[in-house]
């Protein structure tokens, strides 16, 4: 990485690269308001415990995590309150992927700690503690000169010396985090600091001259972190430039960089995917994993990985260990009360039971499953349904017995039914007859032969009542003769394991000595799923640069797309499904995939039913373990797909999920102590504030917000996180509306980019939009307020205007919230000029205070000025906010209010009321100056003590500009007609009429303002005589 050229130095897109000319970045240097990915305040205080190793390792390996924690605890905060947080290090603006300073310096360390970590391992030359040390402590001052106005200047951007760097160095603390506490002298010299600062990068305006030896030395490994870091995707990161800066670190080893990269994206799905490959790589292949990016992962390899890339069997034996990941990675899948949340009851009298469970929790974990639910399926003292009750009455008269006629007799039939069909009747051979079933049912149970026998006998009448409708309700029959041998009540209950272990042999009996009934029967249930899945490995999954394979396991995508008929692909991904003409285990109830409609909330004319979705084998696992983790399962959420910022390594993933598994579903969310949060937050400290009103355990606010892996291990996955958002919804609008703020409010915290949809499966990976935050179709009410997409340069800016909107929408609503209503303030926001003042005048007229609301000031102004953004560009000073608030400063100089409380907003807007009459009373175009002297005429015409006792004129003495009062009333006149009138009324007085009464609004926000600090001023300037004389 040593090249001369800023071309080929921006190929690498590494850390140090900016584009020249990028932009103005005056607000560099200023302080950031809030947080992009400020780490949770427990990770601050003891990462010790929040990063406890999940297994044993050695000292040397303990060694490099306490440096890594160390920088989590002493370093990490400062960054935040040094201004890394909104400070964009790639931008959208010049065709970067968004990523923030502070993201990239994290992933630079986190990247240093994990190469540390697995060098050794890996045969590379090992890097000790106290390397590390130094490492990160250089990987967070390389990029120093950003910092600097000098950095637009390229000739200027590395002329930085010592007496400029120290301050910053010891600011952050990095010549002490330098020093190995076990060795004297060890800490780093400010020449290594700025050798760093001037030589990282590999371009000619660099000062690669009058550099430290040390440095020198670490060089290189800075130079790969940093190219990592900057990598968007698992490719680029293992691209030739890649590797050559790579073979710079460990000159002449027989180890490389590699990676896998899943085409496809779906959750959890993929995530155990991601950890089976890498399980595979590790254990058969020597690979040791680096960074975990959405789609795939990055890894140190062998030099030689032909023969992998050419496996022919890499699906099949993928697969096998994908299965065997799912059932590790979720303690449900062996424990029968989890298991059987899943079941649900259908019209035929017996459990759903879900494919993809065979698939990784087994068969015999199912059977314990509907076992527990079998003997606890209904109450001893319960009546059962009229039909069922026919049926036992039936059955009572046909055999000549004694039937309880209860619920619990009616549950365990449900029970009966569900061995018969999901257990007994795989087993049997494809001719066996409707009597075989009934023979082996009752054998399976372990009951008297005479009672199978009694069942076969029954009359044509019978048979065809109990049968009728897909009806096998011989079942009570069975279930009769199972309280017979088992007891009523609790007693049958207390049997449960006995009955469990009669059924295990009676299928093993059933299956013969050659065969195991629970391969059978996952086979049965879940081969073709297993087949599916392999076909998905085979289609989707790259190692290295393996080529993708076709697989004939599912339909092709573009040949179904050209039917005229609807085509076999998934309705949430387009994949194609499984091939073949049976598409009834591939349609999938919606409460499974919880969308509404499948997307619409319109009924197809002249359906009398709602179609399932036809779903892919991945979708459909995905859904399975979505329901297995997750508690909120109704239609109509939106999804908050949560990718990284641009990759994790093992243990920032280990912090983010911790992070998002705090939303429970069950947690509360204070909208409004959140969007206090997310506006006011200056420090770290205070940004730990917005997780806690995101996740409060009790109390007021209301359940919104869900992880959908929680409590799988995550160890055992990783990749994407997903969050489902369920809000009870008044209208689409303030559903978009609040859905989006909890999207932004949740990146902001966490460093994640995020992708809002309304589909469960993400339509897009992260590689395919370059934004902070990326919001999808179907959003129509919440993009006319936050756009398409949220780049990270304008992230913190369209938050604080939405939580100032909805601080200002419930001091309107006092009391009472009603989220509807936020339909009608965001129309507010889209066809007021200056919906910020708009508002705050509608909240003082209906607030108690009369118009003082101080709190609310902060809130107007700042969506005024998000508003005027959007109009104006970046030009803070052309916008009709900044505008409106210096003629209300000029006015407040010249004319004022009367003090009171009493006050009507029409009297502090009596100034530009008078102005505006001023110049559209005329009935004809005029000149400027004309113009100019009308308004000065009326205002000292009209305005006069005399007349009027609603405002008064401001001596000269009072006044900041300290000239006469006419003066100041012709510089108000001539900026209320140049920017006013020509500037945001284009010089037309019947425009200007029309905007009048916002302008107004506008006014009255700004004129309170400027009494405000007029009355602060006054009393800080008191006190301070009052100290004087005191001291005197």
């Known amino acids: ?224 972190a940093d190219g990592m870091a900057s990598s968007t995707t698992p490719e680029e990161a293992v691209n030739e430039r890649a590797q050559k800066q790579f073979r710079e670190c460990f000159p002449g080893v027989d180890v490389k960089l590699a990676h896998h990269r899943i085409d496809h994206v779906s959750g959890i799905f993929t995530n155990l995917l991601n950890r089976a490959v890498n399980d595979h790589l590790s254990d058969e292949f020597g690979y040791s994993l680096l960074t975990i990016y959405q789609d795939g992962c990055v890894y140190l390899s062998p030099e030689d990985t032909s023969n992998l890339e050419k496996e022919e069997e890499l699906s099949e034996t993928i697969a096998d260990r994908f299965g065997n990941t799912i059932k590790q990675s979720h303690s449900s899948y062996d ?107 009752v054998a399976v149970f372990d009951l008297p032969e005479s009672l199978a026998d009694q069942l076969n006998n029954l009359s044509d009448e019978t048979v065809s009542s109990l049968t009728s409708g897909g ?103 387009r994949r194609g499904v499984a091939a073949g003409g049976n598409l009834g285990p591939m ?42 983790a997750s508690q909120r399962r109704g239609p109509g959420r939106l999804f908050f797909h949560l990718v990284p910022d641009y990759f994790y390594t093992p243990f920032s993933w280990q912090l983010y999920s911790r992070t998002i598994n705090r939303f429970t579903g069950e947690n509360r969310v204070r909208i409004g102590r959140l969007a206090e949060a997310v506006f006011d937050t200056e420090s770290s400290e205070e940004f730990a504030s917005v997780m806690n009103e995101l996740t409060q355990p009790e109390g007021k606010g209301r359940t919104m917000i869900e992880s959908l892996s929680q409590d799988f291990d ?137 118009p003082y609301i101080p709190a609310l000031m902060r809130y107007a102004v700042t969506l005024d000025e998000q508003a005027g953004i959007k109009q104006y560009g970046s030009n803070m000073s052309e916008t009709p906010h900044s505008r409106i608030t210096q003629l209300a400063n000029l006015a407040y100089d010249a004319i004022r209010p009367a003090s009171g409380h009493g006050r009507k907003p029409h009297r502090v807007e009596r100034v530009f009321r008078e102005s505006v009459k001023a110049v559209s009373k005329t009935g004809e175009q005029l000149s400027r100056d004309d113009y100019v002297m009308l308004v000065s005429g009326r205002l000292q015409k009209r305005l006069v003590p005399s007349k009027v006792n609603a405002v008064y004129p401001v001596s000269a003495e009072d006044s900041n500009s300290g000239t006469p009062l006419q003066e100041r009333i012709e510089d108000y006149s001539e900026f209320f007609v140049d920017e006013i009138l020509y500037g945001i009324a284009n010089g037309r007085p019947s425009q200007l009429k029309r905007l009048k009464n916002n302008l107004a609004d506008g006014f009255f926000g700004a004129t309170l303002r400027a009494e405000s600090r007029f009355y602060e001023e006054r009393d800080q300037t008191n006190e301070s005589n009052d100290a004087d004389t005191e001291m005197e």
């Open 1 to 224: 990485m040593s090249d001369s050229s800023d071309d080929e130095q921006s190929e690498i897109d590494d850390f140090s690269y900016v584009a020249e000319g990028e932009g103005d970045k005056s607000h560099i240097n200023e302080k950031s308001q809030s947080g992009v990915a400020s780490l949770p305040e427990e990770i601050i205080e003891n990462p010790d415990e929040v990063f406890a190793p999940d297994e044993t390792v050695s000292d040397e390996q303990a060694a490099l995590n306490e440096v890594f924690m160390e920088y989590l605890s002493e370093i990490d905060g400062k960054l935040i309150e040094a201004g890394w947080l909104y400070l964009p290090n790639k931008s959208t603006e010049y065709g970067k992927v968004d990523q923030s300073m502070l993201n990239h310096t994290r992933n630079l360390v986190f990247f240093l700690h994990r190469l540390a970590a697995q060098a050794e391992l890996a045969g590379l030359r090992p890097i000790s503690p106290k390397e590390l040390r130094h490492l990160i402590a250089l990987a967070v001052i390389h990029d120093y000169h950003k910092l600097r106005d000098e950095d637009e200047n390229r000739l200027e951007r590395f002329n930085i010396t010592i007496a400029e760097l120290e301050p910053f160095v010891d600011e952050l603390g990095l010549k002490a985090f330098s020093t190995a506490p076990s060795e004297a002298n060890s800490a780093l010299e400010m020449q290594d600091f700025r050798s760093c600062a001037v030589d990282h990068h590999a371009t000619e305006n660099a000062k690669s001259t009058n550099v430290t030896l040390r440095w020198e030395e670490y060089r290189p490994f800075i130079r790969l």
């Open 335 to 441: 424990n029968p009360d989890q298991l059987l949340l899943n079941f649900s009851t259908i019209s035929q009298g017996l459990y759903s039971l879900n494919s993809p469970d065979f698939f990784y929790a087994g068969a015999q974990n199912m059977l314990q499953a509907v076992v527990r639910k079998g003997v606890n399926d209904g109450k001893e003292d319960g009546d059962p349904s009229e039909a069922a009750l026919d049926s036992m009455q039936l059955l009572e008269e046909s055999l000549d017995q004694t039937f309880a006629k209860t619920e619990q007799q009616y549950g365990l039939g449900r029970f009966v039914n569900t061995i018969k069909t999901s257990f007994v009747r795989p087993l049997l051979n494809n001719d066996a007859t409707g009597d075989d079933l009934i023979r082996a049912t």
């Open 471 to 573: 009806k096998w309700e011989y079942s009570y029959a069975i279930a009769q003769g199972l309280l017979d041998c088992h007891g009523v009540g609790p007693k049958i209950r207390n049997d449960e394991d006995a009955i469990f272990s009669i059924i295990d042999a009676g299928l093993s009996d059933l299956a013969g000595d050659t065969n195991d009934w629970r391969q059978l029967i996952r086979d049965e249930h879940a081969g073709n799923l297993k087949r599916e899945v392999q076909a998905f490995i085979s289609e989707n999954l790259r190692v290295g640069s393996g080529i993708l394979l076709s697989s004939e396991s599912t339909v092709d995508t573009f040949d179904e797309y050209v039917k005229k008929s609807r085509g076999k692909t998934c309705t949430l991904c």
């Open 714 to 850: 995550q160890n055992l996955q990783f990749g994407a996180q997903t969050v489902g958002y369920f809000k009870n919804s008044d209208n689409d609008t303030e559903f978009q509306f609040f859905g989006t703020f909890l999207a932004l409010s949740i990146s902001s915290y966490t460093g994640m980019r995020v992708y809002l949809s309304a589909s469960p499966i993400p339509e897009i990976r992260s590689r395919d939009f370059q934004e902070f935050v990326k919001i999808g179709g179907g959003f129509s009410q919440a993009t006319s307020f936050y756009g398409d997409s949220v780049p990270l340069s304008e992230l913190q800016g369209r938050l604080r205007s939405a939580a100032a909107l909805i601080k200002l929408g419930h001091a309107l609503q006092g009391d009472s919230r009603t989220d509807s209503l936020f339909a009608k303030y965001l129309r507010v926001t889209r066809n007021e000029l200056l919906p910020g003042s708009y508002l705050l005048k509608r909240a003082a007229q209906s607030s108690d205070e009369g």
């Open 587 to 628: 349609k999938s109830k919606k409460s499974l995939t919880t969308l509404q409609s499948g997307f619409s909330n319109r009924e197809m004319i002249g359906v009398n039913e709602r179609e399932k979705l036809l779903l892919c084998s991945a979708c459909r696992i995905e859904f399975s373990l979505r329901e297995t």
